[in-house]
């Protein structure tokens, strides 16, 4: 990575379930540094954090600064955020996360920095609307396919956030009595769509015989873990079991897209996360394909892209919500007027 930073240099960390990806950028959102380590699976927030706290510590190794050149450092984070105080609740894809956590005081502890912490799925869509495929549309809708399935709303171009909860797609029922979800409910699009949960249904038929060559994918690339990596090359070997999962997946998705496409009446929706980024424009076209039959206005669907900024759109937006010295940016507050 470069390392003439110029002006005022932000971190950002984006805490996904299967990893932690850091970056160090400048006034003109230039990566310039980044770390990337699997996320713990064991421990609690605590232990998240520290965690957290080395990876940006690599990132600006990789940068050649130091972390206290840094103006401020912004997080992503799955689960419930309360920005004013910085905290995180239910973040149930992370290893003992059931109560609320002071996110941003451990952070600042731990690096001396002030820090600002935002839901993971928001701050992406925010980035994908500042940065990436979402900057021609005054609303969007950005979901993110990964160990879970979270959503951000753009709405005349601010970020809707509602009670601190938006977006929550995931956890809209697409099927009453349903499977059961991760976060312990039934008929979540999470629980068909979601990583975490087709790992648990890969498991589970697995050990009821069927074939399946995921999980010796899996042992071959020494992960504990079906990532999105192991599920596309399960997928481009032909796998059964892998299609078929996926394949849910993908019908799933339609049909909960479509449903909040229905109710909000956005210009686009943008597919990232881990598997939407991984399997690239093909899913995203079955994505789109699998929404036209439960759209209301269905002369006309809303265009489907895949997410511009790519795997760095959460790390992007974390950095977007770092405290700055200077005037903040007009995105931070969501007064997106231009």
């Not at 970020?159 to 029922?173: D, M, P, Q, S, Y």
Request: aromatic residues 4%; hydrophobic residues 40%; neutral net charge.
């Amino acid at each position: 990575m470069a390392n003439s930073a110029q002006g005022e240099l932000r971190g950002g960390i984006d805490l996904g379930g299967t990893k932690i990806e850091a970056i160090i950028v400048d006034d003109a959102n230039t990566v310039l540094g980044i770390a990337r380590i699997p996320t713990p699976t064991t421990g609690g927030p605590s232990d998240v954090a520290t965690a957290m706290a080395g990876v940006i510590q690599q990132a600006a190794l990789a940068a050649s600064v130091e972390v206290a050149r840094l103006a401020g450092i912004g997080v992503g984070s799955p689960g419930t955020v309360d920005r004013q105080a910085g905290s995180v609740s239910g973040a149930r894809n992370l290893p003992g996360w059931t109560g609320s956590f002071p996110l941003a005081a451990k952070l600042e502890a731990l690096l001396g920095r002030p820090v600002a912490v935002g839901n993971d799925v928001e701050v992406a869509t925010n980035a994908e609307h500042v940065l990436g495929a979402g900057k021609p549309y005054d609303s969007l809708l950005g979901v993110f396919w990964g160990t879970g399935i979270g959503g951000g709303i753009v709405l005349e171009r601010k970020l809707w956030l509602g009670r601190g909860g938006a977006g929550e797609i995931g956890h809209t029922v697409i099927r009453q009595n349903g499977r059961r979800c991760t976060c312990g409910r039934r008929g979540c699009l999470e629980a068909y769509a979601g990583r975490a949960a087709m790992e648990i249904r890969a498991r589970k038929l697995h050990e009821g015989g069927m074939h399946t060559d995921l999980f010796e994918i899996m042992s071959q690339h020494g992960h504990d873990r079906l990532t999105s990596g192991i599920w596309q090359r399960a997928i481009e070997s032909g796998d059964k079991l892998a299609h078929k999962l996926v394949d849910r997946a993908v019908s799933a998705l339609g049909a909960g897209i479509a449903s909040a496409v229905n109710l909000l009446e956005v210009e686009a929706v943008i597919i990232g996360g881990g598997l939407g980024v991984r399997f690239g424009h093909p899913y995203v076209e079955r994505i789109a394909a699998e929404m036209r039959p439960h759209l209301f206005v269905d002369d006309r669907p809303p265009p489907v892209h895949l997410a511009g900024l790519g795997d760095l759109g959460g790390a992007l937006g974390a950095a977007l919500e770092a405290p700055r010295r200077g005037p903040a940016l007009t995105a931070i507050s969501g007064r997106l007027d231009g």
